[in-house]
Every structure is written in structure tokens, then in C-alpha cells.
């Protein structure tokens, strides 16, 4: 998971170079319903179907504010972020950021150990 933090560090174009140079994959959607429908023997169309159910029911859940677990997996949980005060990086100004909702995840232990 230490690694996820700096690929969100890194503009878009830079980040295949991340991957690539250290022997990692990106996996897109389209991966996803792939593992899925091998996994369960499904049609890609069935999987595809499932996948999208499942994103779903999950964002659905957290714009409800609810908070969404997975047993092994982990936890997405909605939360609000206080309006602050920041700075324009190009002329030093200050500006206000308004407050917002933002999604965080918390790894779950079976996932955790799995990883490491």
C-alpha cells in the first residue's frame, strides 16, 4: 500500500513509467470483470453486469453516508472535510476550499495480510 500513496503523488503520464520500472501491473475495470468472469464462469457480458452492480450498490451506500464493509477486505467510509483556507500555487493568493464529502478506505486484516 506504500506505493499507492506516491502513485497519487505523480501526474497520470509518469505513472506507467511508476509501474513499469518496478515490475507492477496496473488492473482496470476491464481486468476486473475479466478475473470475475473466469472466476465464476460467467459470461464477460454476466461479469461486466456484476461488477457494475456491485460499484453500484457500494457508491449508492456511501452517498447515503453509510458505511460500507467487506468482511477480509475492508472498509469504505464517507466523511465530510472542513472548508479551509489554501493558497493558489501559481500567484500565492489566498482562497477559500469549500467543504466536500471524500471517500476513505480502510484495509481490512485478511487483505492486509494477504498483501504482505
Do not use: I, Q
Given at each position: 500500500?506504500?506505493?499507492?500513496?506516491?502513485?497519487?503523488?505523480?501526474?497520470?503520464g509518469s505513472t506507467w513509467r511508476f509501474f513499469l520500472q518496478r515490475g507492477l501491473a496496473l488492473v482496470n475495470k476491464n481486468d476486473l470483470i475479466a478475473a470475475v468472469a473466469d472466476s465464476a464462469d460467467l459470461t464477460r457480458a454476466k461479469a461486466g453486469d456484476a461488477v457494475d452492480a456491485v460499484l453500484a450498490a457500494i457508491t449508492a451506500a456511501?452517498?447515503?453516508?453509510?458505511?460500507?464493509?467487506?468482511?477480509?477486505?475492508?472498509?469504505?467510509?464517507a466523511a465530510e472535510r472542513k472548508a479551509s483556507t489554501g493558497r493558489n500555487p501559481r500567484t500565492g493568493e489566498e482562497m477559500q476550499i469549500p467543504a466536500s464529502t471524500t471517500v476513505r478506505f480502510k484495509v481490512g486484516k485478511g487483505l492486509k495480510d494477504t498483501v504482505n
Open positions: 500500500m506504500a506505493c499507492f500513496g506516491a502513485v497519487l503523488k505523480l501526474r497520470w456511501l452517498k447515503r453516508k453509510d458505511e460500507v464493509r467487506l468482511a477480509g477486505f475492508g472498509t469504505f467510509v
